[in-house]
């Protein structure tokens, strides 16, 4: 059988419309999707088949929607006998694979992103903080420049995304100011973000501070194959070493390229981004031009993949 690792993907995904053809295609999907309803207590299937985009795109909405999608595709997956060696995902799609591997009840983890992400809104003042990806400089030569910013300036690593793309987090002066003078050091752009936050700094830390509350009631099992952790970009199968992990990972970077690179050291035959859009394999290719790549996120994707899946080798 194929060795695959299934990626999943952060916020930033979402789209009007999405997973509403794989509902109609799946009875295990619209379980899922009525499950999560009655879990939130609010129809976010309506609100992900027709909108608003503005609404779809608060945070707290976000997260619960890219997390649905992805986990109602997996499951599709597994009945079909795809059954993936490693997991991960970007920020929130951390969660996702935290699912697939077992150490998440999905809904649990639906109610738990919904209250995440309503958390990282009410962190930092609406306005005062944001991100901007940059462009073509090293980590090491950004790292130079955001040394000195601190206090009313601070700006920190937030994604590591692939090679010349990382993201910056931290107040919106520091990020304006951060920017010139990376564009100074050479970046080729510095490209600010649409987010309502500084996420993934340390101005997340009283986020994180109350989010570990609402964690501790939740139960985590020890996950049946690795998933590969954001914080440190290293596999953690252990149901409390998972819990820590996601605390710091609120405030901490993305250490996405870190994880691509160890699933090619891995050797896996493919890597398989399941749910909406197509941003990780985009990533992918980056690191890894030649690594096979599929993106499931609707019926046709999702049986190309199965029929490559079930090919003899």
């Not at 601070?154 to 793309?165: E, K, T, Y």
Request: charged content about 25%.
């Amino acid at each position: 059988m194929k060795r695959i690792a299934c990626v999943f993907p952060g916020q930033g995904s979402q789209e009007v419309g999405m997973g509403k053809a794989m509902y109609e295609a799946y009875p295990a999907v619209k379980q899922l999707f009525d499950e999560a309803d009655e879990a939130l207590g609010y129809s976010l299937t309506r609100l992900m088949f027709e909108g608003p985009s503005e609404e779809l795109t608060k945070t707290e909405n976000a997260q619960p929607a890219l997390l649905l999608n992805s986990i109602a595709i997996q499951r599709v997956l597994q009945q079909e006998g795809v059954a993936p060696g490693m997991t991960a995902g970007h920020s929130l799609g951390e969660y996702s694979a935290l699912v697939a591997a077992g150490a998440l009840e999905p809904m649990e983890a639906v109610q738990l992103v919904h209250v995440r992400g309503k958390l990282m809104e009410e962190a930092y003042p609406t306005g005062m903080g944001t991100m901007a990806a940059v462009l073509g400089l090293s980590q090491e030569e950004i790292e130079e420049v955001l040394r000195d910013f601190d206090g009313d300036l601070a700006v920190d690593l937030a994604n590591i995304n692939c090679p010349g793309q990382i993201v910056i987090s931290g107040t919106k002066e520091g990020v304006d100011k951060a920017s010139e003078q990376l564009s100074e050091a050479g970046a080729k752009r510095v490209l600010p973000l649409n987010v309502s936050g500084p996420f993934h700094s340390r101005l997340m830390k009283s986020a994180s501070d109350d989010f570990a509350d609402h964690l501790s009631e939740t139960k985590i099992h020890d996950a049946n194959v690795p998933v590969y952790a954001n914080v440190t970009a290293a596999p953690v199968t252990n149901a409390e070493e998972i819990e820590k992990l996601l605390i710091e990972q609120l405030y901490s970077p993305v250490r996405f390229q870190q994880i691509l690179e160890a699933f090619v050291e891995e050797d896996v035959d493919a890597i398989v981004e399941v749910g909406q859009g197509k941003v990780l394999s985009g990533l992918v290719r980056k690191v890894k031009r030649r690594m096979k790549t599929f993106s499931v996120q609707d019926p046709d994707s999702l049986q190309a993949f199965i029929d490559w899946y079930k090919e003899e080798s």
